[in-house]
């Protein structure tokens, strides 16, 4: 059983960054793939950006290209998220996932779940 816990969400204005953590405990880490997804008021989850086991591949939706980054350290069990640039249509909850799946994008992929951490983007 693997256990994510989020981390370094919070207020920041428009145009800001923020890095969020993830660290993960209770199984083989180098195993899974890892993925951010996010959930806006009143809206579904959805997939952000993915990084493989190894860290050397990753990929990201349109809507955050070019402004996150997302990598890892297999060393600490961590997951790390730098978002720059934010927007106020940024805002939500950010949930770390992680995946057996080589390259799982879809919600339904992902086996276990952090408790999320919420990201606000306002003046």
């Known amino acids: 059983q693997v256990r994510l816990v989020e981390s370094g969400g919070g207020l920041v204005q428009p145009g800001g960054s923020l890095r969020l953590s993830c660290a993960a405990s209770?199984?083989?880490?180098?195993?899974?793939?890892m993925a951010w997804f996010r959930q806006a008021p009143g809206k579904e989850r959805k997939f952000v950006t993915s990084?493989?086991?190894?860290?050397?591949?990753?990929y990201y939706r349109d809507f955050v290209k070019g402004r996150f980054t997302i990598s890892r350290d297999n060393a600490k069990n961590m997951v790390y998220l730098q978002m720059n640039s934010l927007k106020p249509e940024d805002t939500a909850v950010y949930y770390c996932?992680?995946?057996?799946?080589?390259?799982?994008?879809?919600?339904?992929?992902?086996?276990?779940w952090g408790q999320g951490t919420q990201v606000t983007v306002s003046s």
């Open positions: 996932a992680a995946t057996g799946v080589v390259d799982g994008r879809a919600e339904w992929e992902y086996d276990y």
């Open positions: 990084i493989n086991w190894s860290g050397d591949s990753t």
């Open positions: 209770g199984g083989t880490f180098t195993t899974y793939a």
